[in-house]
């Protein structure tokens, strides 16, 4: 199927099978890993210390992976697409951490619609997407797949 641009709040009859949305981007920024370190209590150096991660494989500090997932998260939703209509974040099926995320980099969510299943005692059904994460230079920086329940037309 070909690509979708945003649709606001789609219900869960809306989703098929091979459907593909894209979110905007987000730039990830200093404010964000110190504010993610003050939440989670994740202080390792590679996240908060300049000079001790110079001298790492990555060269420098990196987001903590668990931020740039929340951050894809929120991107999904800001897709539109489950905007209003999603009744909760079910499962993580998979996730991989596969490239680092830096200061500055801004990255978007390819999602494609993997699975749907009609559950009517949720009054909707669940929706397996498959996200990729990906960079300015389009390389995928996080994928998996995650359940989504989302509602039934009115």
């Known amino acids: 199927?070909?690509?979708m641009t945003a649709t606001r709040?789609?219900?869960?009859?809306?989703f098929e099978t091979g459907q593909r949305f894209v979110s905007p981007g987000r730039t990830v920024?200093?404010?964000?890993?110190?504010s993610f370190a003050g939440l989670s209590g994740d202080y390792n150096?590679?996240?908060?210390?300049?000079?001790?991660?110079?001298?790492?494989p990555f060269e420098g500090r990196v987001a903590h992976g668990l931020l740039v997932m929340a951050i894809a998260s929120g991107l999904a939703v800001r897709s539109g697409v489950l905007e209003e209509t999603v009744i909760a974040f079910r499962e993580i099926a998979e996730w991989k951490f596969t490239k680092p995320v830096f200061i500055g980099d801004t990255i978007r969510v390819e999602m494609e619609v993997a699975e749907t299943k009609a559950l009517s005692r949720i009054g909707g059904g669940s929706v397996d997407i498959i996200l990729h994460v990906k960079n300015q230079k389009d390389e995928t920086v996080n994928?998996?797949?995650?359940?989504v329940l989302v509602a039934s037309k009115p």
């Open 1 to 3: 199927m070909s690509q």
């Open 9 to 14: 709040g789609m219900y869960f009859e809306g």
């Open 29 to 34: 920024t200093e404010s964000d890993i110190v």
């Open 45 to 56: 150096l590679i996240h908060t210390n300049a000079e001790f991660s110079k001298n790492t």
């Open 143 to 147: 994928r998996g797949t995650w359940t």
